[in-house]
């Protein structure tokens, strides 16, 4: 059976969820939230050391500007009520992204971070403002700064995701095929999962059933 460190997940489909269900894509950002408590569970009872979630990319500042805003007035009253029992949990948190938001949340953010750093049980990394271009190209433009060869081992610790084990698999809610600009190198030899529930249908089961189908495969990486 596969050993499983790193799940990444992108969590698509909660403006539709709102809109079939509560006629608003704010509820179904709101029931998203609930699942994402779910899943950091289950991730803990399955001893996963790593949980990557796609919440912002860098594409998706297009959106409504009263759909953003909630977005983050969500992830400050989060940040705001639960830092504390996630630490208590012994859950680390890291950032990916630019850190490029209000004052206040910028301030969570990091007082968040520096609160859970020396946390082990399991790391939560958040992809805000996040995009695999964006962060090709800075690591590109930090290997000429530095007048560095171009290499693998030169150009990853650069990234955002430096010191991080590549995704051992992806899975994606939503009905959607496409990676839509998140991590696009590390996810180079991860398993693919794209799953037709919306991101607030999935659950805890749902999640069980694609990792045991992830233990079951057999991963060549490029060999026989």
Same mark, same amino acid.
């Given at each position: ?5 790193h ?14 269900n509560? +006629? $608003? ?7 998203? %939230?609930?699942?994402? *408590? !779910?899943?950091i569970?289950?991730?803990? @009872? ?12 860098t ?7 009263k759909e ?8 400050e ?15 680390k ?5 630019? +850190? $490029?938001?209000?004052?206040?949340l910028n301030?969570? %953010?990091?007082?968040? *971070? !520096?609160?859970?750093?020396?946390n082990n @049980?399991?790391?939560?990394n ?14 590109f433009?930090?290997?000429a ?9 030169n150009l ?25 600009n ?9 398993e693919?999962?794209?799953?037709? @529930?919306?991101?607030?249908d999935?659950?805890?089961?749902d999640y069980i ?14 060999k026989?």
């Amino acid at each position: 059976m596969n050993s499983l460190d790193h799940v990444a997940i992108i969590m698509d489909g909660n403006g539709r969820w709102g809109l079939k269900n509560n +006629k $608003s894509r704010n509820a179904g950002h709101k029931a998203g %939230l609930k699942v994402v *408590e !779910k899943i950091i569970k289950s991730s803990i @009872k399955q001893k996963i050391k790593y949980l990557t979630l796609y919440a912002f990319s860098t594409e998706n500042w297009k959106r409504p500007k009263k759909e953003i805003n909630f977005l983050f007035d969500l992830l400050e009253n989060f940040l705001t009520h639960r830092i504390d029992d996630l630490h208590k949990q012994n859950i680390k948190l890291k950032i990916i992204g630019v +850190k $490029s938001f209000s004052l206040k949340l910028n301030r969570l %953010l990091r007082l968040a *971070e !520096k609160k859970t750093l020396k946390n082990n @049980k399991l790391q939560i990394n958040l992809a805000l403002n996040y995009g695999a271009k964006f962060e090709l190209i800075n690591a590109f433009k930090n290997l000429a700064k530095n007048k560095e060869n171009i290499n693998e081992k030169n150009l990853v610790k650069y990234f955002q995701t430096k010191n991080i084990p590549d995704p051992d698999m992806l899975i994606r809610t939503g009905n959607t095929k496409r990676l839509s600009n998140f991590l696009l190198w590390q996810l180079a030899y991860s398993e693919i999962f794209f799953e037709k @529930k919306l991101w607030p249908d999935f659950n805890e089961h749902d999640y069980i059933k694609l990792i045991s189908k992830f233990k079951k495969i057999k991963r060549n990486f490029g060999k026989i």
